[in-house]
Structures are given as C-alpha cells and as structure tokens.
C-alpha cells in the first residue's frame, strides 16, 4: 500500500500527460469510492424509513384529527422505495465505473490507478451516479417529510413540532443538494 501511495505522490506532481491521466483516474475512483459509501449511508436511511411505516399509529401531538392516514404511510413506502432505487442505480453506475478503471488498468498490480477509458463515457457514467444520488436524496426528503407528519403530526394540521421539522429538513437538503448540483455541473463542465 506504501507503494502504491509513494507512487501517486511522485506522479501527481510531474507535468507528463501520463502523469496526468494517473493523477485524474486517482481522483476518479476517490470520488466514485466517495459516492458509493454516501449512498449506502443513505440506503440505512431508506430502511429506517421502512421500519416506521406502521399503520394506525399515533402521532405524538395526542390529537386524533393530527393522527396520519394510511395513505401517508403507503407514500412513506413507495417514496423510500423509489429513493432506494436511485442509490441502487447510483451505487451500481458508480461501481461499474470503477469496474472498468480497475479491469482497463495496466497489467501492473501496483498501478491500480492507471487505466485508458473514454473520458466522455466515464464522464456521463459520474453524471448518472450523481443524478442518481440526487433523485434519491428528493425521494428520501419526501419520505422523512411522511415519516414526520406521521410521528409528530400531520402538517395540515397545525402541528408546530412537524412543521418546524420540515422546514428545517427541506431548507438543509435543498441547500446541500444545489451546492451538490452546482459542484458537479461545475466539474462536468470544466
């Protein structure tokens, strides 16, 4: 391992175009590494979500007219449902990329960060895994939101606890995810 990292150190500073396709590919599987490990800490999140979604249950409000309905908790399920199906479609374009990095590599085992792949394939490759991720994270927002009004209340209820919990979770996600699209739209393009 020592190796591989003396390896990367001394060819990410040398101004070769080989030098620069090692350095590039290195930074390319970090961040397809990066995108995998978020997304299976999201898919947690997917089934905690899942686990909550029992019917008739009370809300914490002690109100039966802020109690939620199955229909909140058949979309609590099929909106952790599909946000478990972007993070699958994220995870797994992701890892196919790195697959092919890895597969494409050069026959020395110690340069596992050196492969020849079309740029413009392993770009939009990065692209889908993002938009993935990011479908996912609106999926999985929309399922806490259900997750919410079912254990503090429903929000067309009044409830403050719920609302105060919404907002909050909708104006963090939405910021993170236009910094998270604005990064990668930024990258892609230059």
């Known amino acids: 391992m020592a190796e591989s990292e003396s390896k990367i150190e001394t060819t990410v500073g040398m101004t070769s175009p080989a030098a620069s ?13 990066g995108l995998v490990n978020v997304n299976s800490l999201f898919t947690i999140a997917v089934f905690v979500g899942l686990s ?3 019917p008739g249950q009370r809300s914490l409000e002690q109100r039966s007219n802020c109690d939620a309905s199955d229909d909140v908790a058949k979309k609590l399920l099929v909106f952790e449902v599909v946000s478990f199906s972007f993070f699958l479609f994220s995870s797994l374009v992701a890892q196919g990329l790195k697959l092919a990095l890895n597969l494409l590599n050069s ?18 490759g990065m692209m889908a895994s993002a938009v993935g991720s990011v479908m996912g994270c609106l999926f999985l ?30 104006t ?10 604005s990064t990668a739209f930024y990258a892609f393009w230059h």
């Open 21 to 33: 396709s090692v350095a590039t590919t290195s930074v390319h599987v970090s961040a397809l590494d």
């Open 52 to 54: 909550l979604a029992t």
């Open 107 to 124: 026959k020395d085992v110690d340069e596992i960060f050196r492969a020849h792949i079309n740029i413009k394939v392993l770009r939009w």
């Open 141 to 170: 927002m929309l399922s806490m939101v259900n997750v919410i009004q079912i254990r503090l209340g429903l929000l067309s209820c009044g409830s403050q606890s719920a609302v105060q919990a919404v907002v909050t979770l909708v």
């Open 172 to 181: 963090l996600v939405s910021s993170a995810l236009l910094v998270y699209i």
